[in-house]
């Protein structure tokens, strides 16, 4: 843990949050994460918003298949999580959303 840190101290990832609203500011807002803890890392997450999450993916220039999946909650909560560098700053992209169940063929019950 980071008990002395500054604000000065996390300049990196806020000043990759600063470009990041100046560039992509027509994109949907995330969840934002700095911490002292991590003080090189910026966090964007997402609740139920697959599409804010591609949307940002692709502005990050992120890869479909650096994409990692994974099922929590007994299989009922998808987490999607990749990570790029950007102006200094280690970006974490994540996404929790709902599994959704599969159709019913047929009308069975």
């Known amino acids: 843990m980071s ?11 806020l000043r990759a949050l600063r470009l ?17 803890i991590y003080p090189e890392r910026l966090e ?3 609740y139920d918003d697959l599409p804010g999450f591609e949307a940002w ?7 479909p298949d650096a994409v990692t999946y994974r099922e929590q909650g ?17 970006v ?3 996404v929790y959303a709902d599994v959704v169940a599969p159709a019913l063929v047929g009308g069975a019950s």
């Open 44 to 46: 964007l997450t997402f």
């Open 20 to 36: 990041l609203a100046a560039d992509f500011g027509h994109l949907p807002a995330p969840a934002v994460h700095v911490s002292t």
């Open 92 to 94: 974490h992209l994540t």
């Open 57 to 63: 993916r692709e502005a990050l220039g992120i890869a």
């Open 74 to 90: 007994d299989g009922r909560t998808r987490f999607l999580r990749a990570s790029v560098d950007h102006a200094g700053a280690v």
């Open 3 to 13: 008990e002395n840190l500054t604000l000065d101290d996390l300049a990196v990832p």
